[in-house]
């Protein structure tokens, strides 16, 4: 993707101010915050090791998510309380079945904005716009304590965002993506566990993006009867880099192909979100908007290769 080493040391700056945070502005709940960072700090270290050149296979970074996860739940004693469906949800109280779709909840969150890290700006502009969401729902609910939260991460995240976007001069690297995508994942079931009212298909709306590049290579790896944490190279951010380069830009243009993506897929990441802050208290609506972005985008990624191959200068 990129063609020239640059530092992928931006999850320290991430880190960092998700630290800060925890000494400022915070009140009553900065304990609570600064334990769930400490906990966070796991994940983030086994990234950091990995962007540092200590090779960490992806088994590797799912366990340290994984670990964060239960650390997390051990701690506050919470899980995901509800799935917005009816028969599963009287289920959730029970841990047996709670914590492990917590687990793949969060870790799958986590590892999904590592995916689709992939050109300048994409990774951070949906996080800053979850996070965005995720306040501006809190707000809506009543949950106050999370209306600030998400904020801090967002503004930490501009931060790195102007110094990422264009022109890459540094990377967010494993422990930045991982990092992020596991902060927010578990504020959005913060929400969930104090605002009764909240769907959560209204949050995965908000983690849409992510969720659904996860999905779509769970998807294309057992098809083709692969090891689900084999990298490959047809996450969607990649297709359409590649068909600007064939259909619009030509060869040798990455330095324009790469930023010029995330503009593209910039409405298709914020829609979603701004669907689940309109949905928030509406569980069918929401679920059915899930289905109708999931659509669109099965549709338009299966249709890809074909359209760039007609369109090709």
């Known amino acids: 993707m990129h063609t020239r080493p640059t530092p992928r040391v931006g999850g320290i700056a991430v880190f960092g101010a998700l630290g800060l945070f925890s000494i400022f502005g915070l009140g009553p709940i900065s304990g609570t915050y600064s334990a769930f960072v400490l906990v966070t700090s796991l994940l983030f270290f086994v990234g950091l090791a990995e962007d540092f050149g200590f090779h960490m296979s992806p088994r590797r970074r799912m366990l340290a998510a994984i670990s964060s996860s239960l650390l997390t739940i051990w701690l506050f004693g919470v899980w995901l309380p509800r799935t917005g469906i009816p028969v599963l949800d ?6 047996a079945v709670g914590i492990p779709l917590t687990i793949l909840v969060t870790a799958g969150i986590s590892n999904g904005f590592n995916l689709i890290d992939g050109v300048n700006g994409l990774a951070s502009l949906t996080a800053i716009v979850a996070a965005l969401a995720l306040s501006q ?43 992020i995508g596991f902060v927010l994942s578990w504020f959005g079931i913060a929400l969930l566990v104090n605002a009764p009212d909240v769907s959560p298909w209204a949050i995965l709306l908000t983690f849409f993006w992510p969720a659904a590049d996860t999905s779509l290579a769970v998807y294309r790896r057992l098809r083709r009867n692969t090891d689900v944490s084999a990298p490959d190279r047809l996450h969607v951010h990649q297709i359409i880099m590649r068909g ?3 259909c619009v830009l030509g060869q040798n243009r990455r330095q324009i192909a790469n930023p010029l993506t995330t503009l593209v897929l910039a409405p298709f990441v914020i829609a979603p979100p701004i669907a689940g802050v309109l949905l928030w208290n509406q569980n069918w609506n929401a679920f059915l908007a899930v289905l109708a972005f999931g659509l669109l985008l099965f549709v338009g990624y299966a249709a890809a290769p074909s359209l760039i191959r007609r369109f090709r200068r």
């Open 244 to 246: 600007l380069e064939i």
């Open 137 to 179: 729902i809190a707000e809506i609910s009543g949950y106050s304590t999370m209306v600030h939260l998400p904020m801090f991460v967002a503004a930490g995240v501009f931060g790195f965002f102007l110094i990422n976007y264009p022109f890459g001069l540094i990377f967010l690297g494993d422990a930045g993506a991982y990092t």
């Open 90 to 95: 009287p289920l959730m109280e029970y841990s």
